[in-house]
């Protein structure tokens, strides 16, 4: 019978997590919280190239409301590792509800100037830094079964690109048929939902060691820093995160660009946001059905070479018809891609170095791609769209192959941490950086 049960269990792939009332619980929160995000950025990106005309203003938005990350995120590491992780989320996400409905407030009374957006984007930004890793770190706590964390990253990967799917197609109708404003005023009440759920979630989310974060928080920042470059698979994962995200996000801060190009209104940048997203989904249940972490290296350059080439495609598009198709492709790989990595991570990493660690790698991609975008925002002014897009493809090529050819010495480096975890016997062959 005992059989019979885990037979169904394992039948349900990455739905196993939902046997966890807290994951359930938080899911849920998130996913209406999600979607009023999504259709909050969406609609801000459009507004601020409309504003403007500017590619380069557009990605300085962009660049305000992500650059915290490089100087905050290794910071909020260390609390979530030195502080109660639910707490935390749960101030993030009453601070979010806040920007967003002075963010509604500025836009639907007319009065809104690029210095607002900046303003409130960085105080976005800020939110972000924390929430982020603190929240990878939280999702440890809310399962019941340690060997289901492949899963829940896998679900909140689909999480995030069913979102991503729903909320800027709505964010696009929204626009079109009533006004920008209103899709901020619903991304501020969508967080009664995801803060309604977190106070439902109870339990003892205090960090093993209660160490004082005044005394101790520099010698647990360098701790995690030592620690991430020491150990080679978590070294060779955030350098490569960081190194390819600043070129591969590039297509996405220029999206409102393309549009205007194609001379479409909001629902086509809806759509086409919430096209890639199909793709995103896609790339996220594949990996949730995976039973563990072997192999997933090999996969990773693949996704990356792929999202690469594609991304060229995509510069040589002219009409709708033809990018389409590219954009499921580029969504698919680059979330196979990072729900890989941080899989591999969460995996093989200390628990009480999690927060630290996922902070770090968090920052890798949240952290350099408003540095591209800024460049590409630039280049995009002067060069065009099309160009901007090809030199971002090759680059993105380039790091991939740089980081495939590496495969083999990391491949040798890495066996004895497996063998360590016990995911690899030492007379077996390691094939999960290779």
């Not at 002219?318 to 729900?339: E, K």
Request: charged fraction near 15%; glycine fraction near 8%; aromatic fraction near 8%.
């Amino acid at each position: 019978m005992a059989e019979l049960v885990e037979s169904r269990k394992s039948a349900l792939g990455p739905f196993d997590v939902f046997a966890s009332r807290k994951y359930t619980l938080y899911f849920g929160g998130q996913l209406v919280s999600q979607t009023g995000t999504w259709m909050q950025q969406v609609a801000l990106s459009w507004f601020v190239y409309d504003l403007t005309h500017s590619a380069f203003l557009l990605a300085a938005v962009g660049v305000a409301a992500q650059i915290p990350s490089l100087m905050l995120m290794p910071v909020a590491g260390v609390m979530a590792d030195s502080m109660n992780r639910h707490r935390i989320v749960l101030l993030t996400q009453i601070f979010a509800m806040i920007q967003a409905g002075i963010l509604a407030f500025v836009v639907m009374s007319g009065h809104a100037e690029i210095w607002h957006l900046m303003v409130l984007s960085v105080f976005s930004g800020v939110l972000l830094a924390f929430d982020m890793p603190v929240r990878s770190a939280f999702l440890v706590n809310i399962i019941n079964n340690k060997e289901d964390l492949p899963k829940a990253i896998s679900m909140n990967s689909a999480l995030f690109n069913l979102t991503r799917l729903v909320g800027p197609a709505l964010a696009g109708l929204i626009m079109v048929k009533l006004s920008i404003g209103i899709c901020f005023l619903i991304n501020a009440l969508s967080y009664i939902a995801v803060i309604a759920a977190l106070l439902m979630i109870k339990g003892n989310f205090d960090p093993p060691k209660k160490d004082s974060l005044k005394n101790e928080a520099l010698n647990k920042l360098k701790e995690g820093f030592e620690y991430s470059i020491k150990t080679t698979p978590v070294r060779a994962i955030i350098i490569f995160m960081a190194a390819f995200c600043m070129g591969g996000m590039v297509y996405i801060t220029l999206m409102p660009v393309l549009v205007k190009e194609l001379q479409g209104d909001p629902s086509t940048l809806g759509m086409l946001m919430s096209i890639s997203a199909v793709g995103s989904c896609i790339g996220a249940f594949g990996l949730g059905f995976r039973k563990n972490i072997l192999g997933l290296g090999k996969w990773i350059v693949g996704a990356s070479i792929t999202f690469s080439v594609t991304l060229v495609l995509f510069s040589m598009c002219r009409n709708l018809a033809q990018y389409a198709p590219l954009m499921v492709i580029l969504g698919a790989s680059m979330m196979f891609m990072m729900s890989a990595c941080s899989t591999i991570l969460q995996t093989i990493i200390e628990e009480e170095k999690r927060g630290r660690v996922m902070s770090l790698f968090t920052m890798a991609f949240m952290g350099t791609a408003p540095i591209g975008g800024l460049v590409g925002g630039a280049c995009a002014n002067q060069f065009g769209f099309h160009a901007t897009i090809l030199g971002a493809g090759i680059y993105c090529l380039l790091v991939s192959l740089s980081f495939g050819m590496k495969m083999p010495e990391l491949r040798r480096q890495s066996k004895p941490i497996y063998i360590e975890k016990g995911l690899l016997q030492a007379e077996e062959e390691i094939d999960i950086l290779t």
